[in-house]
């Protein structure tokens, strides 16, 4: 019981502890924007916006579960995350460059790891070939 | 009453309660208060309370019954005062004024007015102190209608008319005192009518009234002269035959009127046709709205058309109006329900929402045609259609009238005609979305066909589905039997089970 309360307490101070880290980010941002566009963003706005953010948050972390349950999968993957951007066009055509860049990136290191490997092979061979 | 004639041995409660009062001595004074109500008494012969009257028989000993009945109810109005009255005189007072059962004979049927006004009276009597013990008493042989006869010694039919009646007049009269409340409340619940009673509209809200269905005769002389008409615009086989095509008249003349009974040669008619013999309910709305869009514009419809509106038809059927452009169609939606409901007869498939469209009109609605009730009793086979170019935006639209009727069906109030072209706007958008959602979900499983897992995962989206509720559940709770087996697994005979998993 005392240890279920403990832990429940803990969550909850987790909880605002990312929802503090959430609006801290959030009012950075609106400060960014507030001086690009010379408008101002009264301090309950930034709040309704951070706690916006906070639970849009928690539903997309339900719907990725969901998706890579349903694709049946353990692992959320990048497909997951642009079936959850589709419905913002710009959203996803973002996400889909990154994970295109992220693609190459990825190709970019195996291709590497591959010529070391090779080169490290090839290196080891000599000196055993040498003896 | 204690020499009443009582063949069964039971005692029953008045039985004992009259006994007991007979033989011990009265200690109350007997006064004669009101001489008016005794004059109206006369025997008290009519049917008591399911309880008593089970039990007891007729008398042939009316007069002596009714002297005594009478005397007794003297008694009891007597007995009206609170100070005066107890235990010993209130049991009387009910075992008198109780109507007590009897065989029924022709007279009972007029006792009927006497036993309540005799309540009633008694009941007056004693209102000013009436007592608890005796109102529950009295309540319980008023429920029972009086003149009914009693339920297990029924020797003789009442005619329905006659009762009412009596009944009625009975109420009636004694609604007259100045009420009781108990007593207003107990005769209004009697108030009996056997016919069947009509829809209870609120007076506070006429507006949310159902309109009664208007149900015109056809004029067969008007039929037959729209029938020449037709016939002299093209060939009598075409009509005759091709009665499913909508355009397959053109009116000289023709006055759109919104009249719906005259039946006057258009297309809209044939539609009707179309609809009845294939048993369609989708067809009424993309049939019509393709049709009547196309005479507002031009007065003479061409058999492409004809043959192209078919075919759309028949996409409908085969689409579910999912994807669709976004075109508006003003005047033939809200047309088309209007037409559909002028031909009740012929819908074979009704919507019975379909009645309670808004009577407006647009100008160009042309009126239906003797074709349906011409083609009805010919009963042709259908036409192979042919399916001509596809009207892409008509039919996407047009399917989603039927939502659209549905929604101001629900709404109970009449509708706007630019509300309803917003609802369906809404209602495109939303279908678009689901099914595009859909799509991508068995794309993202790595299939081809949608599944009920795509829905199941669409649902929980919507948040339908949730953690608590499941898909099972819902189909329980809201689809009906046919569609259930579909989907939950049930056993079968044989240990089959179906669907298999």
């Not at chain 1, 996803?92 to 992220?102: A, D, F, P, V």
């Not at chain 2, 009945?69 to 009255?85: C, F, M, P, Y």
């Not at chain 2, 043959?307 to 028949?314: P, R």
Request: include cysteine; hydrophobic fraction near 30%; aromatic fraction near 4%.
């Amino acid at each position: 019981m005392e240890e279920v309360e403990a832990e429940e307490q803990q969550g909850f101070s987790h909880q605002q502890r990312l929802k503090a880290a959430v609006h801290y980010t959030v009012g950075c941002l609106c400060n960014e924007v507030a001086s690009d566009k010379e408008i101002q963003f009264s301090k309950q706005t930034v709040a309704a916006i951070s706690e916006l953010t906070f639970r849009q948050c928690e539903m997309f972390a339900k719907d990725l579960e969901m998706f890579a349950r349903h694709a049946k999968r353990n692992t959320i993957s990048t497909d997951d995350v642009k079936l959850l951007a589709r419905r913002s066009n710009s959203l996803l055509k973002y996400i889909t460059e990154k994970n295109e860049e992220i693609a190459q990136l990825n190709l970019e290191r195996k291709a590497k790891k591959k010529k070391q490997a090779e080169d490290a092979n090839q290196s080891s061979r000599e000196p055993a070939g040498g003896e | 009453m204690a020499d009443r004639y009582r063949p069964d041995s039971e005692p029953t409660t008045r039985t004992l309660l009259q006994r007991v009062l007979d033989t011990a001595d009265l200690r109350t004074p007997r006064r004669r208060r009101s001489r008016r109500t005794l004059a109206q008494r006369t025997f008290l012969e009519s049917p008591a309370s399911k309880r008593l009257s089970s039990q007891t028989k007729t008398t042939t000993r009316r007069r002596s019954h009714g002297a005594r009945s009478v005397v007794r109810l003297a008694h009891v109005q007597a007995n009206g005062d609170l100070e005066e009255q107890t235990p010993r005189t209130l049991l009387k007072n009910i075992l008198l004024t109780a109507p007590e059962s009897s065989i029924v004979m022709p007279d009972s049927v007029m006792k009927p007015v006497e036993v309540s006004k005799v309540v009633q009276s008694s009941r007056q009597e004693s209102s000013q102190g009436s007592l608890e013990l005796q109102l529950p008493e009295l309540e319980p042989s008023l429920t029972l209608a009086p003149g009914l006869p009693a339920p297990g010694k029924r020797k003789q039919r009442l005619r329905l008319s006659v009762f009412q009646q009596e009944v009625n007049q009975g109420l009636t009269r004694s609604q007259e005192p100045p009420g009781n409340a108990d007593v207003s409340s107990l005769t209004s619940s009697l108030s009996l009518t056997f016919a069947t009673p009509l829809q209870p509209q609120s007076v506070k809200r006429p507006g949310l009234a159902r309109r009664p269905l208007t149900r015109r005769a056809v004029d067969i002389g008007a039929l037959l002269q729209g029938l020449r008409d037709n016939s002299l615009a093209s060939a009598p086989p075409d009509i005759v035959l091709e009665d499913t095509q909508p355009f397959s008249q053109p009116l000289v003349g023709c006055s759109p009127s919104v009249h719906h009974s005259l039946p006057h040669p258009s297309h809209i008619g044939i539609e009707d046709t179309e609809r009845a013999v294939s048993h369609r309910r989708q067809s009424i709305g993309p049939g019509q709205q393709s049709h009547i869009s196309l005479p507002c514009s031009e007065l003479q419809p061409q058999p492409p058309e004809v043959t192209e509106a078919v075919g759309s038809q028949e996409v409908m059927e085969a689409r579910k109006s999912k994807e669709s452009s976004e075109d508006e169609d003003t005047s033939g939606r809200p047309a088309g329900p209007e037409l559909a409901s002028s031909t009740p007869d012929l819908l074979k498939t009704k919507q019975p929402h379909q009645f309670l469209e808004p009577p407006s009109l647009p100008p160009g609605v042309a009126v239906l045609s003797s074709e349906p009730l011409e083609s009805m009793p010919v009963r042709l086979p259908p036409r192979p259609r042919t399916a001509g170019p596809r009207h892409h935006q008509d039919p996407y639209k047009a399917g989603l009238s039927y939502y659209a009727k549905l929604f101001s069906f629900y709404a109970k109030m009449p509708m706007e005609k630019k509300a309803l072209e917003i609802v369906e706007k809404c209602l495109d958008k939303y279908f678009q979305h689901l099914c595009n959602d859909l799509e991508v979900f068995a794309d993202h499983a790595g299939r081809k066909t949608v599944k009920v897992e795509d829905l199941e995962l669409l649902m929980r989206r919507q948040g339908l589905v949730t953690d608590q509720i499941s898909l099972h559940v819902l189909v329980e709770r809201h689809l009906p039997l046919e569609y259930r087996q579909l989907l939950i697994p049930c056993a079968f005979t044989g240990n089959s089970v179906f669907p298999t998993q």
